[in-house]
């Protein structure tokens, strides 16, 4: 009678056992991270996206809105009006005069006016 050599020997287990961990550790080291650059990413394109709707709000109510959420029930604006992180985005009127403002977003931790806040302006599309 022959014996039947089918099954996995202790080493190969060990060796999957092994890259299984190492693999969970370049995870759990790397993807909180990765998440977060991806993440500002999604931020920074939602602050740009409603740059044009303040905009346009300026133009025909000849001021800017008090609160970003004035834009929805006058259509100008449908999206969403919270980050990434459904923390509210901050509206900040920078120069009136010159028709300057800000857009800012808490960032990962969800704090404002530290170094990880995601701000646009609306200054480069004026110049």
Known sequence: M???????TLMEI??????????????ATFGPKMLCRLKSKTAETQ???IIKPIELYHEEENK?????????????YEGKI?????KPIQFK??????RLFELRSGGCNGRLN?????????????K
């Open 2 to 8: 022959r014996k039947s050599n089918a099954g996995f």
């Open 82 to 86: 919270s980050d990434p992180w459904d």
């Open 114 to 126: 530290d170094a990880d806040d995601v701000i646009i302006s609306n200054q480069i599309q004026n």
């Open 47 to 49: 602050l740009r996206n």
């Open 93 to 98: 009127i920078v120069d009136e005069s010159n």
């Open 64 to 76: 800017y809105p008090s609160d970003l959420n004035d834009l929805q029930p006058k259509g100008f």
């Open 14 to 27: 060990m060796a999957v056992v092994i890259i299984i961990g190492i693999l969970s550790t370049v995870v």
